[in-house]
């Protein structure tokens, strides 16, 4: 049932980078050497509707945790991570791996990403909550003071006490699905996501039962 939804998903995306991108990917290549204007969240919005809703939702709140929130995430983190998934010159492959996004990024210019970005930073975020009481506290003492004999610094040391993160450097996890929150850590520790040394470093020395807590934790994080 998985396998299938996950083709039927690759089909309808297929189709929406075929259809809904055809006003703007004829100038792709020429737009991408170009500085980004101002963003022109109008535009954002359309490719969100065309192009994103499938799996982040139409205002970038996803159905569930297979595929990230994006609403109220920072435009400036969103424009890096689509960067990520296209391979940059000099580079053998992309810092982020997966076909969809590869797909969806590389059909993409600078402009579309700071416009799509900037309509999703301006969406509302739902909340999220934890799902396991028994482990909040665990999730709470990582999240909020790290673990000093194992070199874990506190998640909130970046991402701030609520999970807002800070724009340009860190991301917003404030009420993210646990389970794409603990799948992105285990991506970081087995390096199949490699666009974030210090964050590989620190997934490493997580264990699984820790990743799951601190991932629930976030969940719930406002």
């Not at 992309?94 to 309509?119: S, T």
Request: aromatic residues 6%.
């Amino acid at each position: 049932m998985n396998r299938l939804y996950k083709t039927l998903m690759v089909l309808e995306l297929a189709a929406a980078l075929g259809a809904g991108l055809v006003g703007w990917t004829v100038t792709a290549q020429a737009a991408d050497a170009v500085t980004p204007a101002k963003p022109d969240v109008t535009r954002g919005q359309a490719i969100a509707t065309q192009v994103c809703a499938a799996c982040h939702g139409a205002d970038g709140n996803s159905a569930g945790g297979a595929f990230p929130k994006l609403a109220g995430q920072h435009a400036e983190y969103i424009v890096k991570q689509l960067k990520d998934y296209k391979t940059q010159p000099g580079a053998k492959e992309p810092a982020r791996k997966n076909p969809i996004m590869a797909g969806i990024a590389g059909a993409l210019n600078d402009q579309d990403m700071v416009n799509v970005a900037a309509y999703f930073e301006t969406q509302k975020a739902k909340p999220g909550y934890a799902r396991d009481k028994a482990t909040v506290p665990v999730g709470q003492k990582i999240y909020r003071g790290g673990i000093a004999d194992r070199g874990v610094p506190a998640c909130a040391a970046c991402h701030g006490a609520t999970g807002m993160g800070v724009p340009v450097q860190y991301p917003r996890l404030s009420g993210q699905w646990s389970d794409y929150t603990a799948a992105q850590l285990t991506a970081f520790a087995q390096g199949t996501r490699n666009n974030s040394e210090p964050m590989h470093t620190i997934a490493l020395r997580l264990n699984e039962a820790e990743v799951k807590a601190v991932a629930d934790y976030i969940a719930g994080l406002h």
